[in-house]
């Protein structure tokens, strides 16, 4: 590590304690501060006894993905941080990426994020996900192909947040997460905000971490109406809070079409799908103006929803 770069990594607990051993272990020789939301399993404990110099920040609820990493986030502004590294708690660093990743935007500051490749978790191949998101870009595919990387950097328009490098004028120019997102989405829109700012978002080859989501239980029953709207609720936030694109005819359409909709199921006598429909209309209508006033605050530069921690 640069002992002449303030780097500070963060991470956000939940109930990890499947993960924590060894991804606490392979950050030995960095801060850490470890933001805890409210986790139910031994995570505290285990933290306390085995690893005392990470600064652990306890929530008395959950406050999901974003709000969590905030906190983090100003604390290390505070701290006068030049990197910081967001990293899950189901990821496992390899030793030396961050300094690789440190040299490399050192070069590359035009640059806003940077992700190393992400690993499953035991590294016999990519992480799944992850290999989608870099189709984007052919030439890492190709140049992976050929098994030799012809750029030190590779541009891609998203890449998810289980192990950013964040530079301080990152954090200083777009902020920290925007918090109508409550767990998942809250990473693509903080690449379209990026993005927005004229930054860019890359992968540095050669460096890796190992991201151990295979071991997430799942669960394949159907979703209720309940969990159903706060689907819907998360993708029109993810759609119309990109403040890349316009969005008031796409709104007015999507509204009209609903309206239609209703209006056409009562005319079936098709009355309970009328009434899901209507209340997604509600869900729409109540949101919107969140939507709006997260596109106005977020279309401006500055370190955005990050509190000055005294």
Same mark, same amino acid.
């Given at each position: 590590?640069? %002992? ?7 991470? +956000?607990?939940?109930?990890g ?5 060894? /991804?606490?272990?392979? /950050? ?6 470890v +933001? ?21 920040? !306890? ?8 709000q &969590?990493?905030?906190? *983090? ?6 701290? /006068?941080? #030049? $990197? ?5 708690q189901d ?8 300094? @690789? ?10 640059? *806003?994020?940077?992700?190393p490749?992400?690993?499953? *978790?035991? &590294? ?10 870099? %189709?984007?870009?052919? @030439?890492?595919i ?12 590779y ?6 947040? &289980? ?5 301080? =004028? ?16 809250? #990473?693509?829109?903080? /690449?379209q !905000?990026?993005?927005?700012?004229d930054?860019?978002i ?5 460096? $890796?971490i190992?991201?151990? !989501? #295979?071991? %997430? ?5 159907p ?14 936030k993810? !759609? ?8 008031d005819k ?6 009209? @079409?609903?309206l %239609?909709?209703?209006? =056409?199921l009562y ?8 009434? $899901?429909?209507?209340?997604?209309l &509600?869900l ?9 006033k997260s ?12 509190? +000055?921690?005294?």
């Amino acid at each position: 590590m640069n %002992k002449n770069v303030n780097v500070k990594i963060i991470i +956000v607990t939940y109930n990890g304690m499947q993960w924590l051993a060894r /991804c606490l272990s392979s /950050c030995i020789g960095y801060d850490v501060i470890v +933001v805890d939301n409210a986790s139910t399993d031994e995570t505290i404990t285990f933290i306390k006894e085995n690893f005392p110099n990470i600064k652990l920040i !306890r929530q008395n609820s959950n406050l999901g993905f974003g709000q &969590a990493n905030n906190i *983090g986030l100003s604390i290390a502004l505070k701290e /006068c941080v #030049d $990197y910081v590294f967001l990293l899950n708690q189901d990821a496992y660093l390899q030793p030396g990426t961050i300094n @690789d990743l440190i040299e490399t935007h050192k070069k590359n500051n035009i640059f *806003g994020i940077l992700s190393p490749i992400h690993l499953n *978790g035991d &590294a016999s191949n990519l992480d799944k996900n992850f290999s989608n998101y870099i %189709k984007e870009n052919n @030439d890492i595919i190709f140049d992976a192909l050929l098994n030799k990387f012809s750029k030190e950097i590779y541009s891609l328009p998203f890449v998810n947040a &289980a192990a950013w490098l964040l530079p301080r =004028k990152t954090i200083e120019t777009i902020g920290g997460f925007d918090p109508i997102f409550f767990h998942y989405t809250e #990473d693509d829109n903080y /690449c379209q !905000r990026l993005l927005f700012h004229d930054m860019k978002i890359g992968v540095v080859p050669n460096t $890796y971490i190992y991201h151990d !989501r #295979d071991n %997430k239980k799942t669960n394949d029953r159907p979703i209720n109406e309940k969990e159903r709207l706060v689907l819907k609720e998360r993708y029109f936030k993810h !759609r119309w809070a990109n403040i890349n694109v316009e969005i008031d005819k796409d709104l007015k359409r999507n509204k009209k @079409d609903l309206l %239609k909709l209703i209006v =056409k199921l009562y005319l079936k006598l098709k009355f309970n799908k009328a009434l $899901y429909y209507q209340k997604e209309l &509600a869900l729409i209508n109540r949101i919107v103006p969140e939507i709006y006033k997260s596109r106005a605050k977020n279309a401006t530069s500055g370190p955005h929803y990050l509190e +000055v921690i005294k």
